[in-house]
């Protein structure tokens, strides 16, 4: 991808806008699809040295676990099973590409699903093993993750992906139904603070979706929309509520800044 696109690299569309623009970096957009990309494009990052996971959404000085995560966390976790529960037979085997700790895995588990993960994080992927989960170390695809599932979660993952067409791909070729968790650059949050929303991460992030914009992806791969909900990024007050304008996106339709869209193979 190179800065200064004069067409949507996703899309091809040349209606693009600039959503968010500092000295160093902006975002640009594509009006056709929507999806978002960030110039310059972030530079390479080692994750399995890194732990990103870490070192975000938990409770300082604790360990990672779901009990000491933020609320808004903890809650957007039980959506995912939530959703996941009304589109899956009990038992149904999930792959989490990404898993970091596996804090979403266990409570899948916990739900009576067959949990797999992969995540390239040593320290992030060793705790999960720590916790009684079956995680990988490495990137996907892997020699070790065989035969099919009955759904692929990607949650934050496509975004540090130059070419998240590919790993959609591949996910595609083993489930019938992909589960994608992703931020959500139109959500009320990002257009009230602009450049200072902080799930931007310019140096991470290549990509920014929406719904909209991920369906323009999915649909060539034969996937269709079976569910999408809304949630809300950590953003709170003091006493560990959700701020006013957290609180007013998500009484809005499509307000949360993050969202998670089930999509499912369609019959051809």
């Known amino acids: ?17 600039t959503a968010v623009e500092t000295p160093t970096w902006r975002v640009r957009a594509c009006e056709s699809c929507t999806n978002a990309w960030t110039e310059p494009a972030p530079g390479s990052i080692d994750y399995a040295a890194a732990n990103f996971h870490e070192k975000t959404a938990s409770r300082r000085g604790e360990g990672k676990t779901f009990g000491n995560l933020p609320p808004q966390w903890q809650k957007s976790r039980d959506m995912q099973v939530g959703l996941l529960q009304r589109y ?14 596996g804090i979403l895995l266990e409570r899948l588990a916990g739900s009576g699903f067959a ?16 916790a009684g989960l079956n995680v990988v170390t490495g990137y996907f695809p892997h020699a070790h993750i065989t035969g099919k599932f009955d759904c692929v979660i990607l949650s934050h993952v496509l975004e540090h992906l130059e070419n998240p067409r590919e790993i959609l791909e591949r996910a595609c070729a083993i489930a019938p139904r992909i589960l994608l968790v992703q931020t959500h650059w139109l959500g009320v949050m990002p257009q009230r603070y602009r450049d200072k929303w902080y799930a931007w991460l310019p ?36 006493d560990g509520t959700l701020n006013q304008f957290s609180t007013v996106a998500l009484s809005t339709p499509s307000g949360g800044d993050q969202f998670h869209h089930l999509f499912q193979r369609a019959e051809r």
């Open 115 to 130: 949990v797999t993960g992969i995540e390239p994080s040593q320290t992030a992927s060793g705790n999960a093993r720590a």
């Open 1 to 17: 991808m190179v800065s200064g696109s004069t067409s949507c690299p996703l899309c091809g569309g040349t209606m693009l806008l």
């Open 203 to 238: 140096e991470q992030h290549f990509w920014h979706f929406t719904p909209r914009g991920l369906e323009t992806l999915l649909t060539p791969m034969n996937y269709r929309t079976e569910a999408v909900e809304y949630s809300s990024l950590v953003h709170t007050r003091p």
């Open 88 to 101: 899956l037979p009990s038992g149904a085997k999930v792959l989490e590409i990404g898993c970091g700790e």
